[in-house]
């Protein structure tokens, strides 16, 4: 059986609309057999993790805490959001792979400011048993599904 022929259980955590648009089509095409769920932000997406028990969960570094509406009020940006919901993840024992797919290459600000590659390589260390790695991701280019398509694979 290849896994083309396994179904997972997917969920995606992204609030940027046109992202989760590109990356949603992409992977319904890619693995139509998937049951694929969406979150919008970091504390709904722990929610629907708990809930579902996803395989594979494909995680934005940068979120906000919950979903954006004109009543929320204050709904600040979380730089790291993606490495809290790591954290939350392995303490909840989540059985799940995940991959960040970002479309930023530095996080954060001075002084405490962080590329990509020193973020993907910490999180390696810490979340040995969850984290696939992390994918650039660039509305004008395809590296980006390649690579999710190799992380997908090690599910």
């Known amino acids: ?16 609309e046109n992202k989760k648009e590109r990356i949603l089509s992409y992977y319904d ?4 057999q998937d049951k694929v769920f969406w979150a919008p932000a970091l504390v709904p997406g722990l929610r629907t993790a708990r809930e579902i028990t996803p395989d594979f969960i494909i995680l934005d570094m ?7 509406s004109g009543s929320n009020g ?4 979380r730089p790291f959001g993606g490495r809290e919901f790591l954290r939350q993840a392995a303490r909840l024992h989540l059985n799940s ?4 797919v970002t479309q930023f290459e530095t996080f954060g600000a001075a002084p405490n400011l962080v590329d990509l590659d ?21 509305a004008s280019m395809s590296a ?12």
């Open 29 to 32: 095409s890619a693995f139509p």
């Open 1 to 16: 059986m290849s896994i083309q022929d396994t179904s997972l259980r997917v969920l995606l955590v992204e609030d940027d």
């Open 62 to 68: 940068t979120l906000p805490n919950y979903e954006q």
């Open 144 to 155: 980006w599904q390649k690579k999710l398509n190799d992380a997908r694979e090690r599910c």
């Open 118 to 138: 020193s973020l993907d390589n910490q999180l390696r260390k810490i979340f040995p048993e969850h984290y696939l790695g992390a994918i650039y991701y660039h």
């Open 74 to 77: 204050y709904n600040p940006m």
């Open 97 to 100: 792979k995940i991959v960040v």
